[in-house]
């Protein structure tokens, strides 16, 4: 089974609109964290948010939130207010049972203008 | 600044032939960890440690070979036995302890076989 379903192979978004990123995570371990990356086409890997599975809040950072969902074991990401600059891939990754990231296939965004 | 640094940014090697892929951080990280990432598709674990001297295998350690004589450098080698070496491979470090242990990562190395 996947541990990490991103069923959004691509996505696109106006720019200044809001846009949610799908992420959903299957784990028996209660104590993960959930991370979302962002990749543009230079290729680095760039961390852009973390909840943790005991965090009682949805973790922000400026424009982007996690709408972490438990019970749904889901942990959509939500950009606001869409930038050109905000088109890249976007992946979802689950640490679990020590220090290893786990990571899904990844959504393309395309921000228009 | 603090960072990880990974050379070459682009490597071409002939079949047969063992490349080794340097990464090296200076952010006072314990843990260094190689990924293999495919065109369109996420990133997969090669190998891992956590502390100098130790280290473990990933879920794709098959071909590859690592070391770790030093807190700040991690070194990849894609030996020969690797079947299908061409891919784009990141380095990344954290700290050790939940709740802090976010990876960053390197630049990433792009490896051609030709």
């Known amino acids: 089974a996947q541990k990490i379903t991103q069923t959004q192979p691509g996505m696109f978004v106006q720019e200044k609109e809001a846009v949610t990123l799908d992420c959903t995570y299957d784990?028996?371990?209660?104590?993960?964290?959930l991370f979302w990356y962002k990749q543009p086409s230079s290729g680095e890997m760039i961390f852009l948010i973390y909840q943790g599975s005991y965090d009682q809040q949805n973790a922000t950072e400026g424009r982007y939130s996690l709408n972490f969902q438990k019970a749904r074991k889901s942990a959509n990401l939500v950009i606001s207010a869409s930038q050109l600059g905000d088109s890249a891939m976007y992946f979802c990754?689950?640490?679990?049972?020590?220090?290893?990231?786990?990571f899904g296939a990844g959504t393309i965004l395309r921000v228009k203008s | 600044d603090g960072g990880i640094t990974q050379s070459p940014k682009y490597l071409f090697r002939k079949e047969g032939q063992n490349v080794t892929l340097s990464c090296e951080q200076n952010l006072n990280h314990d843990a260094m960890y190689w990924y293999r990432q495919d065109p369109g598709q996420g990133l997969r674990l090669i190998y891992y440690?956590?502390?100098?001297?130790?280290?473990q295998k990933g879920d794709i350690a098959e071909g590859y070979s690592v070391s770790r004589e030093k807190k700040e450098s991690f070194p990849l080698t894609v030996t020969s036995a690797q079947k299908n070496p061409t891919a784009f491979y990141l380095c990344a470090s954290s700290n050790n302890r939940v709740g802090t242990d976010t990876q960053y990562f390197g630049p990433g190395t792009r490896l051609t076989v030709l």
């Open positions: 440690s956590q502390i100098v001297n130790d280290f």
């Open positions: 990754a689950m640490r679990e049972y020590g220090n290893k990231l786990v």
């Open positions: 784990t028996s371990d209660p104590s993960y964290g």
